[in-house]
T-cell receptor, first 113, second 113 residues
Framework: QKEVEQNSGPLSVPEGAIASLNCTYS??????FFWYRQYSGKSPELIMFIYSNGDKEDGRFTAQLNKASQYVSLLIRDSQPSDSATYLC?????????????WGLGTSLAVNP | DADVTQTPRNRITKTGKRIMLECSQTKGHDRMYWYRQDPGLGLRLIYY???????NKGEISDGYSVSRQAQAKFSLSLESAIPNQTALYFC????????????FGPGTRLLVL
């Protein structure tokens, strides 16, 4: 099992809808979880990170973390065509001094006008 | 603005040539990373450095070497380029003791003929 799993998509939603992106992980001790957005040919940009169970909201974005079920989600409200991109999930493992982010392969989102 | 820069942004080279990709940052971060990204394979870590005297191999270091010339500079070398090193290369930085958020440079698109 991969450490971080994401559905590759593409996920297609109409403009104005809620887009729901999911990420599951295998290491129960994982500490922090990150969502990045990456436009084609561009570098990943941080949307938000979360480390406590529950919801964290930032504008139109909400991250949801459920450590018991080992998943983290990103909800995008009022989706816009400009949200069309690949969304990368990453996590920070718990153990060790040389901890570094573990990345999922990303989910492609298409928002249709 | 504090930033991460990469040079060159695009490079075409021939098999067997030695090339260097450079990364500089003004964020004051101590940790730096080199990734490559290929379609369908996600971000793969090549090398990382947690301070000037610390260099660590990532998951795909064969055929690559790095140099951390200063806290702000981290260079990636391809000793003898081969076509399957054609990829998008990203440098990233993060801060010890922070959230471990990684901030990415704009990327270098490398084509090896």
């Amino acid at each position: 099992q991969k450490e971080v799993e994401q559905n590759s998509g593409p996920l297609s939603v109409p403009e104005g809808a809620i887009a729901s992106l999911n990420c599951t992980y295998s290491d129960r001790g994982s500490q922090s979880f990150f969502w990045y957005r990456q436009y084609s040919g561009k570098s990943p940009e941080l949307i938000m990170f979360i480390y406590s169970n529950g919801d964290k909201e930032d504008g139109r974005f909400t991250a949801q973390l459920n450590k018991a079920s080992q998943y983290v989600s990103l909800l995008i409200r009022d989706s816009q065509p400009s949200d069309s991109a690949t969304y990368l999930c990453a996590l920070l493992p718990y153990a060790g001094n040389n901890r570094k982010l573990i990345w999922g392969l990303g989910t492609s989102l298409a928002v249709n006008p | 603005d504090a930033d991460v820069t990469q040079t060159p942004r695009n490079r075409i080279t021939k098999t067997g040539k030695r090339i260097m990709l450079e990364c500089s940052q003004t964020k004051g971060h101590d940790r730096m990373y080199w990734y490559r990204q290929d379609p369908g394979l996600g971000l793969r870590l090549i090398y990382y450095s947690f301070d000037v005297k610390d260099i660590n191999k990532g998951e795909i270091s064969d055929g690559y070497s790095v140099s951390r010339q200063a806290q702000a500079k981290f260079s990636l070398s391809l000793e003898s380029a081969i076509p399957n090193q054609t990829a998008l290369y990203f440098c990233a930085t993060s801060e010890t003791g922070g959230s471990e958020t990684q901030y990415f440079g704009p990327g270098t698109r490398l084509l090896v003929l």
